[in-house]
């Protein structure tokens, strides 16, 4: 007994954030799906009604389509040029510790002001990419583009991110298994192929689940640059729940829309979940 009330006075300030940060909010959003609330008046329950409204509402499957396709675009790419990226930095190269600070420090940056340089980097008339080409591009307000380019700004900041994991699982698989595939006559890219990517699965379910979460609930670089615009191209459900929330006063609604997400996420991260649970190994017995 002794024991087990000293466990539990130990962990009590981090169930304390637990529940006050993470299953307290939970339970307040699912409440307000079924009230109705304009952020100042008076709170009135209107059973499903809100869930109706956003499930039948098409900006909502919009951004939805949105989202599926802005995390579509991002975390292939990010974990593609992560896993280069520290194969690269595996080797020990000259500088290569300076490169590795160098990669994560747009990722340790706050997002807003991420985006806010390149609004000004990416800007059709005195941006510093239309002047290098000549000409204005309207990057951010063409429907083809604003979602690419929102895209490729969002891999920049992660990539770094991305890479230290990559890094870390690499450099932690063991020598001697490298060193007995190149007795074996295994080439690099071999060694590559058949020990370093299996034994990576761990690191990639990790990104994998990470980088989908994360692009899901990207925010404040939509808000800097696009706005959710042109078109609602780039109108990300982040994007959506806050405008429902703080531009329409529907709080219900922007409520509905954070639980859709998160039902979604789930079972998007169970579905992986289960297909890397029976292809990782975390030894090598």
Same mark, same amino acid.
């Given at each position: 007994?002794?024991? *087990?009330?000293?466990g539990?006075?130990? @962990? $009590? #300030?981090?169930?304390?954030? &637990?529940? =006050?940060? /993470?299953?307290? %909010?939970?339970l307040?959003?699912l409440?307000?799906?079924?009230?109705?609330?304009?952020?100042?008046?008076?709170?009135?329950?209107?059973?499903?009604?809100?869930?109706?409204?956003?499930?039948?509402?098409?900006?909502?499957?919009?951004?939805?389509?949105?989202?599926?396709?802005?995390?579509?675009?991002?975390?292939?790419?990010?974990?593609?040029?992560?896993?280069?990226?520290?194969?690269?930095?595996?080797?020990?190269?000259?500088?290569?510790?300076?490169?590795?600070?160098?990669?994560?420090?747009?990722?340790?940056?706050s997002?807003l002001?991420? *985006?806010v340089?390149?609004?000004?980097? @990416? $800007? #059709?008339?005195d941006?510093? &990419?239309? =002047?290098? /080409?000549?000409? %204005?591009?309207?990057?951010?307000?063409?429907?083809?583009?604003?979602?690419?380019?929102v895209?490729?700004?969002?891999?920049?900041?992660?990539?770094?991110?991305?890479?230290?994991?990559?890094?870390?699982?690499?450099?932690?698989?063991?020598?001697?298994?490298?060193?007995?595939?190149?007795?074996?006559?295994?080439t690099?890219?071999?060694?590559?192929?058949?020990?370093?990517?299996?034994?990576?699965?761990?690191?990639?379910?990790?990104?994998?689940?990470?980088g989908?979460?994360?692009?899901?609930?990207?925010?404040?670089?939509?808000?800097?640059?696009?706005?959710?615009?042109?078109?609602g191209?780039?109108?990300?459900?982040?994007?959506?729940?806050?405008?429902?929330?703080?531009?329409?006063?529907?709080?219900?609604?922007?409520?509905?829309?954070?639980?859709?997400?998160?039902?979604?996420l789930?079972?998007?991260?169970?579905?992986?979940?289960?297909?890397?649970?029976?292809?990782?190994?975390?030894?090598?017995?």
């Open positions: 007994m002794r024991n *087990a009330v000293t539990y006075a130990l @962990l $009590a #300030p981090s169930l304390f954030g &637990v529940v =006050t940060f /993470l299953l307290l %909010p939970m307040v959003v409440w307000l799906s079924v009230h109705s609330w304009d952020l100042l008046g008076p709170i009135r329950f209107v059973g499903l009604d809100n869930w109706r409204s956003v499930l039948t509402d098409a900006t909502f499957g919009t951004s939805m389509v949105a989202t599926a396709a802005f995390i579509a675009l991002v975390v292939p790419l990010q974990t593609v040029l992560g896993l280069f990226a520290a194969t690269m930095l595996a080797r020990n190269l000259p500088r290569s510790g300076a490169l590795r600070t160098l990669y994560v420090l747009p990722w340790i940056c997002p002001a991420i *985006a340089l390149w609004k000004w980097i @990416l $800007a #059709p008339t941006g510093a &990419v239309s =002047t290098v /080409l000549g000409r %204005p591009v309207e990057w951010l307000t063409d429907p083809t583009l604003a979602l690419p380019v895209s490729a700004v969002t891999v920049w900041t992660n990539v770094g991110y991305v890479t230290l994991f990559f890094l870390a699982g690499i450099l932690a698989i063991p020598r001697d298994v490298q060193n007995a595939a190149r007795l074996d006559g295994a690099s890219w071999q060694r590559f192929r058949y020990v370093t990517l299996p034994m990576l699965r761990p690191t990639f379910f990790f990104v994998l689940v990470t989908i979460i994360s692009a899901a609930q990207v925010f404040d670089t939509v808000y800097a640059l696009t706005g959710g615009g042109p078109e191209r780039t109108d990300l459900v982040a994007h959506r729940i806050y405008a429902e929330a703080f531009g329409a006063a529907a709080v219900g609604r922007a409520a509905v829309m954070a639980v859709v997400l998160f039902a979604v789930l079972g998007v991260t169970l579905v992986q979940h289960v297909y890397f649970r029976r292809r990782i190994t975390y030894d090598l017995v």
